[in-house]
Nanobody, 120 residues
Framework: QVQLVESGGGLVQAGDSLRLSCVAS????????MGWFRQAPGKERERVSSISRSGTNTNYADSVKGRFTISRDDAKNTVYLQMNSLKPEDTAVYYC?????????????WGQGTQVTVSS
């Protein structure tokens, strides 16, 4: 079973950038398709981005396309979310998740989350 720990959140101003990291332990990251999710107060959790096990396929929510980039470094057992041109509406708790083995989007393992707050 894989354990996930996110970091990199913080308080920034609109237009700034942040890079979130998600470090996996317990099993090698290369076994898993990965995703980043976020949940703002009073809103449902939404998938922000996903990346395949090989790293060749990525997907983004329309709200972050062109601003966020997901990547993975399996040698470091780490997945990243580079967030540029941040907006106040990006404020949320961000979670990384690993898909169950053999699946691409059945996320069964979650980190504890990292808070991102964007001020206007």
């Amino acid at each position: 079973q894989v354990q996930l720990v996110e970091s990199g959140g913080g308080l920034v101003q609109a237009g700034d950038s942040l890079r979130l990291s998600c470090v996996a332990s317990g099993r090698t990251l290369s076994s898993y398709a990965m995703g980043w999710f976020r949940q703002a107060p009073g809103k449902e959790r939404e998938r922000v981005s996903s990346i395949s096990r090989s790293g060749t396929n990525t997907n983004y929510a329309d709200s972050v396309k062109g601003r966020f980039t997901i990547s993975r470094d399996d040698a470091k057992n780490t997945v990243y979310l580079q967030m540029n041109s941040l907006k106040p509406e990006d404020t949320a708790v961000y979670y990384c998740a690993a898909a169950r083995l053999g699946t691409s989007y059945e996320y069964g393992y979650w980190g504890q989350g990292t808070q991102v707050t964007v001020s206007s």
